[in-house]
């Protein structure tokens, strides 16, 4: 479930809110996504994945976590890697390896 946007990251892009399914997100007064509608968020990660600042988190859990959580908590999300780091994994933005390029799967007996 979408947890985090951090504001001081965001650049105003809408690619979270123009990719989200389920419109969870508002744009508030300022320009910057506002959490709107946490309960239709459905965990994709898409707002994380197209996020170009990884100033998004998505909590891999389905439903919301307490307020002091740990996944709440920015400076532990930006300490640990969390913040933005679905958008990481898969490789994307510059100087980023694909993650399919490196992804360890099953063999394929052929």
């Known amino acids: 479930m979408i947890e985090v946007i951090e504001?001081?990251?965001c650049i105003s892009?809408?690619?979270c809110i123009e990719v989200c399914p389920?419109?969870?997100f508002d744009r508030d007064d300022?320009?910057?996504p506002v959490i709107a509608r946490p309960d239709s968020c459905q965990t994709c990660f898409q707002c994380e994945a197209y996020c170009p600042?990884?100033?998004?988190?998505?909590?891999?859990l389905?439903?919301?976590?307490?307020s002091d959580s740990r996944f709440?908590?920015?400076?532990?999300?930006?300490?640990?890697?969390?913040l933005g780091g679905y958008r990481r994994e898969l490789g994307w933005?510059?100087?980023?390896?694909?993650?399919?390029?490196t992804a360890i799967g099953p063999e394929f007996g052929g």
């Open 72 to 82: 709440r908590d920015i400076e532990e999300l930006t300490t640990t890697g969390l």
């Open 13 to 15: 892009c809408d690619l």
């Open 22 to 24: 389920t419109r969870v």
């Open 62 to 66: 389905v439903a919301a976590v307490p």
């Open 30 to 32: 300022d320009g910057i």
């Open 53 to 60: 600042t990884d100033a998004l988190f998505v909590s891999p």
């Open 93 to 101: 933005g510059h100087g980023r390896t694909l993650g399919a390029r």
């Open 7 to 9: 504001r001081s990251r």
